[in-house]
Every structure is written in structure tokens, then in C-alpha cells.
């Protein structure tokens, strides 16, 4: 359902989780992952950010990011499985396109905070 009440906090939430099980748990990776890991990460920092986005245009709806998310990174594993098995750095599309994204995404949420920001700060001296 679109704008849930508490549902613009998800992507916030799960980042939070997943940091705090990354520094608590230690977990060894076999090192026939390594390649792997990094590619899911940034498929899925490329999720919580443009959840985040969605959040702050108030167009945040936990099922586009929850699916998203998800299909962000089998999208991501798959193709470095499918680069792998060729023996060709497919991988480097993913991270091109997901860099990408999560840089847009993060410059328009700057954005989006600046002009709350002056906004604010415009009805104070009024």
C-alpha cells in the first residue's frame, strides 16, 4: 500500500539492521564469494537509496522496495555468475549501473534536503 504509515522508515531500518548484524556477527565468506558480495552491496545500497528517494518525494511503497530490492540483487549475483562461468567481467555492468544510480539517487535526496532545508528557513524569517 503507498505511504503506510511507518512504511517510509523501511529502507532506514533495514540498512540499520544490516549494519549493526555485519559488526556483531562475524561471519567468514568463502573467498569463492568475494566476487560476489560487493556486487549484492551495491545493488543493494542502490535499493535503500532510492527507497530513501521515494521516501522524501512521499511516493515510498514497501512492496516496489521490498521486490526491488530483492531482484536488485539476484539481477547483480547473476550476472557475475553468468561472468564468471564465461570467464568475462560481466560483473563491471552492474556496478556501472548501480554506482550509477546510487549516485543520482544520492545527489537528488541532497537536493531534495536543501530545499526543505531553505524552505524552512524562509518561513522562520517570515
Not at 512492496?63 to 539476484?74: A, E, K, L, Q
Amino acid at each position: 500500500m503507498l505511504n503506510q504509515e511507518g512504511d517510509e522508515m523501511v529502507p532506514l531500518i533495514g540498512l540499520l539492521i544490516g549494519v549493526l548484524l555485519g559488526i556483531f556477527l562475524k561471519i567468514d565468506i568463502p573467498t569463492s564469494f568475494t566476487a560476489y558480495i560487493p556486487v549484492a552491496i551495491l545493488a543493494a545500497l542502490d535499493s535503500v537509496f532510492g527507497g530513501a528517494r521515494a521516501s522524501l518525494e512521499k511516493k515510498f511503497d514497501s512492496d516496489i522496495f521490498i521486490s526491488g530490492f530483492f531482484s536488485n540483487i539476484v539481477l547483480a549475483i547473476g550476472l557475475t555468475y553468468l561472468g564468471d562461468t564465461l570467464n568475462v567481467p560481466i560483473y563491471l555492468a552492474a556496478v556501472v549501473v548501480f554506482g550509477s544510480r546510487l549516485f543520482n539517487n544520492f545527489a537528488i535526496i541532497r537536493r531534495i534536503i536543501l530545499e526543505k532545508l531553505r524552505s524552512k528557513m524562509k518561513e522562520r524569517e517570515e
